[in-house]
C-alpha cells in the first residue's frame, strides 16, 4: 500500500540548519513533494523532485533522494524564525490521478 | 501570495443551513481539487475534477456537493452539516490531473457547524 511517514516535531536554533526526513513506500511515484502550512494558511509549494534525480537544491532549500531506501530528506540552511511551520511530505503515488499521499507533517521549531 | 483563492476566509454555519465555499485560478490548470483539513492533520482528498468532469470522489457524504462550472471555478455546496464537519477546506489546482503536475492551495475556508 502507500504510506508516507514522517517524525512529528523538531527544533532547532535560529541560524542552524534543520533537516526533516520521510520515508515513502511507493517505488513508482513519479514525483515527490515538500508542502509548508503556516498557522492559518493553506500549504505552499516549497520544492519537488522527480523520482529520477538524487537532489535538487533551491536557495536554502536542499532536497535528497535515497530511492534505494525511499527517503526524502528537506534541508533549510540558515533557519530563520520564519521557517517555524508545519513541513508535509507528499508523495504523487501509483494512480496518477493526482492525488497525493501526504505525511502526517513535521512541526519545525526555531528558537532565537 | 497564493494564485488560488478562495472564499469566505471563515464561515460559521447551522446544521440546517445551506452555504457554498467558492475557489478561483487563474493560472490555466484543468485540474482542481477539494481537500478537508483537521487540526494537526494531514489534507485529505475530498474530490478531483479534472478537464471540468468530477473524476474521484472519496465516498463523501452527499451532503457536500462539488461543481465546477468552468475550468477557472470551483464550488463546494453543503447542506445539513455536521459539527464533525467543521474543519479548514483546502481547495488546489494543478496543470493536469495527474501525478507529475504540483497541486497548488488555496489559503482554505475555516468552516465552523454550530
Known amino acids: 500500500g502507500e504510506d508516507v511517514e514522517q517524525s512529528l516535531f523538531l527544533s532547532v536554533r535560529e541560524g542552524d540548519s534543520s533537516v526533516i526526513n520521510c520515508t515513502y513506500t511507493?517505488?513508482?511515484?513519479?514525483?515527490l513533494y515538500w508542502y509548508k502550512q503556516e498557522p492559518g494558511a493553506g500549504l505552499q509549494l516549497l520544492t519537488y523532485?522527480?523520482?529520477?534525480?538524487d537532489m535538487k537544491q533551491d536557495q536554502r532549500l536542499t532536497v535528497l533522494l535515497n530511492k534505494k531506501d525511499k527517503h526524502l530528506s528537506l534541508r533549510i540552511a540558515d533557519t530563520q524564525t520564519g521557517d517555524s511551520a508545519i513541513y508535509f511530505c507528499?508523495?504523487?503515488?501509483?494512480?496518477?490521478?493526482?492525488?497525493?499521499?501526504f505525511g502526517q507533517g513535521t512541526t519545525l521549531q526555531v528558537k532565537p | 501570495d497564493t494564485e488560488v483563492t478562495q472564499t469566505p476566509k471563515h464561515l460559521v454555519m447551522g446544521m440546517t443551513n445551506k452555504k457554498s465555499l467558492k475557489c478561483e485560478q487563474h493560472?490555466?490548470?484543468?485540474?482542481m481539487y477539494w481537500y478537508k483539513q483537521k487540526a494537526k492533520k494531514p489534507p485529505e482528498l475530498m474530490f478531483v475534477?479534472?478537464?471540468?468532469?468530477?473524476?474521484i470522489n472519496e465516498s463523501v457524504p452527499s451532503r457536500f456537493s462539488p461543481e465546477c462550472p468552468n475550468s477557472s471555478l470551483l464550488n463546494l455546496h453543503l447542506h445539513a452539516l455536521q459539527p464533525e464537519d467543521s474543519a479548514l477546506y483546502l481547495c488546489?489546482?494543478?496543470?493536469?490531473?495527474?501525478?507529475?503536475?504540483?497541486?497548488?492551495f488555496g489559503n482554505g475556508t475555516r468552516l465552523t457547524v454550530t
Open positions: 488546489a489546482s494543478s496543470q493536469r490531473g495527474q501525478g507529475n503536475s504540483p497541486l497548488h
Open positions: 511507493d517505488s513508482s511515484s513519479t514525483y
Open positions: 523532485i522527480f523520482s529520477n534525480m
Open positions: 507528499a508523495e504523487s503515488g501509483s494512480s496518477n490521478t493526482g492525488k497525493l499521499i
Open positions: 493560472m490555466g490548470h484543468r485540474a
Open positions: 475534477y479534472s478537464y471540468e468532469k468530477l473524476s
